[in-house]
């Protein structure tokens, strides 16, 4: 029988941290659309770091609100309850996301910036593309690659293995799996499972480098995956296992996606990481 | 004084300067450099052509490669650098795996580069372009020296 880590990676994924009890607290309140503003309030006053990261999100230019926003009841008032949910969870997993990443040798605030850049070309893509693809989309592609905190570890110590498979002209995910029996893409899903996220989340975690392979096919999946292949050509997040991922036709044939559309949101996506990083960076 | 060269950025320097720029994808890297005069520059440059977006390349003609090599040519000039010594090095311009044609940016980034070069009767003195590789390139302007590091090795380019 071939020895494997896989329950020494699963047995991490059982330990790695929760989400903060004040964030599973508001994601229960704003899926409820009876939801007062007081009552998101009086969960946040108790965790000062989670409002402040929360506001300076808020005020970042990429949202473009008209004045600067000093409390959550305006926060709410301005961006909807939607955004406002998002903008929870990014301040929620700013500070594990920021750390630096071994295995894909990225460094501190690599994976942030990564994750972050996807969000914003897959809701610029989607916005492109005239589709009106659902509002889980930022954080999906902000959660993408949260299965790398995880795995990184692991694929450090295989490393060498690990890029002997993928030097034969295979995508990396798939030498991970040969490898660890696993790969970041599930962990990710794993994760998102344990937190108990919505189920579309949960696969455009899960098959962000393999579209094709999703039970049905879903919008989400497609612009995650394509967004996330972007980002890395241009060079953001980019790790040591540099381009090394598949693209899928069928994706892209699927989304009616161009070249022309895929260089139209490169051309903008620094802009947008920019305006939300230095914020959520300073 | 080292220098980071980020994305859609170009950055020009002269002896004692290291210039850096740290993950190129598809994306353009450039190094000029006058061995004579010591004076060079790096372009690290996202797209091929501005029509795409002709406002950002207004904004910030580092974005593309058809507006952004003129502008480090110009200022190599300007800083004494001369024509017939140049130096031209290119990296990057890879792609993922697969045969699909929208994501061969980096393929159409090096076409649109050696066109403008032909065009000035330059050529090319080195390159380590295509593939699948990310690459971090050092640039030191007090020997011209170019170090390509990729997947933890380094090699002189």
Same mark, same amino acid.
């Given at each position: 029988?071939?020895?494997? !880590? ?142 790398? #905190? ?25 030498? @991970? ?8 893409? @599930? ?28 039970? !049905? ?25 540099? #381009? ?17 559309? #895929? ?20 | ?11 020009? /320097? ?26 060079? /520059?790096? #372009? ?74 032909? !065009? ?10 295509? /593939? ?11 020997? /011209? ?10 090699? @002189?380019?």
């Amino acid at each position: 029988v071939k020895q494997t !880590k896989k329950p020494n990676i699963l047995a991490k994924v059982k330990s790695f941290p929760s989400m903060p009890g004040a964030a599973e607290k508001l994601l229960k309140l704003l899926d409820n659309p009876d939801t007062t503003a007081a009552q998101i309030e009086q969960i946040l006053r108790y965790d000062p770091g989670l409002t402040a990261n929360l506001l300076k999100l808020t005020n970042s230019v990429y949202f473009g609100l008209p004045c600067k926003v000093g409390s959550v009841k305006q926060a709410v008032v301005l961006l909807g309850w939607k955004r406002l949910v998002q903008l929870v969870m990014a301040s929620c997993v700013n500070a594990v996301m920021g750390k630096p990443v071994p295995g894909y040798d990225l460094p501190a605030g690599k994976l942030w910036r990564h994750s972050i850049a996807v969000s914003v070309a897959a809701e610029d893509l989607a916005k492109e593309l005239k589709i009106s693809a659902s509002e889980e989309i930022f954080t999906a592609a902000l959660l993408h690659d949260v299965g790398k #905190l995880i795995l990184g570890g692991f694929v450090k110590e295989d490393l060498e293995k690990i890029e002997t498979e993928a030097s034969r002209g295979i995508s990396f995910e798939v030498a @991970e799996r040969i490898v660890l029996d696993t790969d970041h893409a @599930e962990i990710g899903a794993q994760i998102l499972k344990n937190w108990s996220f919505p189920l579309a989340l949960v696969n455009a975690v899960r098959w962000h480098h393999d579209p094709d392979s999703a039970g !049905k096919t879903d919008i989400l999946v497609d612009i995650v995956h394509v967004a996330n292949i972007l980002c890395l050509m241009i060079g953001i997040g980019v790790g040591r296992e540099g #381009l090394c991922y598949k693209s899928s036709p069928l994706a892209t044939k699927r989304l009616g996606l161009k070249g022309t559309h #895929l260089e139209m949101v490169a051309s903008r996506t620094l802009q947008y990481v920019d305006e939300l990083c230095d914020v959520s960076e300073s | 004084m080292k220098q980071i060269v980020v994305v859609a950025d170009m950055k020009v /320097g002269q002896k004692g300067d290291i210039i850096v720029t740290h993950a190129l994808g598809s994306c353009l890297g450039l190094m000029v450099y006058d061995p004579v005069a010591q004076v060079g /520059g790096m #372009l690290h440059a996202m797209l091929p052509l501005s029509k795409i977006n002709p406002q950002k390349a207004e904004a910030n003609p580092f974005m593309f490669v058809d507006t952004g090599v003129p502008k480090l040519f110009k200022k190599i000039y300007s800083m004494g650098g001369q024509k017939a010594r140049l130096v031209v090095k290119a990296a990057g311009c890879s792609a993922p795996l697969g045969k699909n044609e929208m994501f061969k940016i980096g393929e159409r980034n090096y076409t649109i580069l050696k066109k403008l070069l032909w !065009k000035n009767g330059m050529l090319l003195t080195a390159e380590a372009v295509g /593939g699948s590789d990310g690459r971090t390139v050092y640039f030191d302007l007090s020997t /011209g020296r170019t170090i390509i590091s990729s997947k933890g090795l380094e090699s @002189e380019l």
